[in-house]
């Protein structure tokens, strides 16, 4: 959604940008969405929730996974004495144990893709309003986000005022639902993924 309302303050901008140019007083405003993401309070306890969430999926899976390594040691260990019945329901077992594996592998790796994704909708809803609130109370005529922008002098550099201002709305009140850290080993697909900074508007 800020992809689309800045483009269009943007593009509104170059229409007008030839009598802007020619007052005095225009404040514009440019901003990295990306230290957003990583120095405000609520860009940090959003990302602490994701790395929580993704701890609880890596200790559902290492636990599947030992369950599944000790029936293979255990049918190394005894496959000589055992009975060919014995033998055939252990390979039965491990072969489950492997399809659930990876089942839950993959259910993990959607929903870690899932979390992410509201997660980052969410902020991205936030800093929309935190960057409007920002323009209106300085009086800004334009805000743009950094990556859209070729050039900028660091006069017009607003980065710091929006993180000021996203912790003065937002203390850190993510409602992304956070998980007890049951392990440290990433699923075989996921290898621990750091989360993402927002989506660039």
């Known amino acids: 959604m800020l992809r689309k309302v800045m483009a269009c303050i943007f593009l509104a901008a170059g229409v007008t940008g ?14 990295d969405s990306q230290a957003i993401w990583q120095q405000t309070e609520e860009g940090k306890k959003i990302q602490a929730q994701l790395a929580s969430f993704r701890d609880s999926k ?17 049918l190394r260990e005894q496959e000589v004495s055992l009975s060919d019945d014995k033998r055939s329901q ?3 077992d491990i072969d489950q144990k492997s399809i ?13 893709k899932a979390q992410l994704g509201d997660s980052q909708d969410q902020f991205q809803k936030e800093l929309v309003e935190v960057v409007t609130a920002l323009g209106k109370e300085k009086k800004y005529m334009l805000i743009l986000e950094k990556s859209i922008v070729v050039y900028n002098d660091a006069v017009v550099e607003v980065t710091g005022e929006v993180i000021a201002k996203f912790n003065q709305m937002y203390k850190g009140t993510a409602g992304a639902p956070a998980a007890k850290p049951t392990g440290t080993k990433p699923p075989a697909d996921a290898k621990k993924p750091v989360p993402d900074p927002p989506k660039k508007p």
Request: glycine share 6%; no cysteine; aromatic share 2%.
């Open 18 to 31: 030839a009598a802007l140019a020619q007052q005095e007083g225009i404040r514009i405003g440019v901003f």
């Open 58 to 74: 890596i200790g559902e899976i290492n636990a599947k996974e030992t369950e599944l390594n000790k029936l293979k040691d255990k």
């Open 90 to 92: 252990m390979l039965k």
């Open 100 to 112: 659930d594996l990876k089942r839950l592998n993959d259910d993990a790796t959607r929903e870690m």
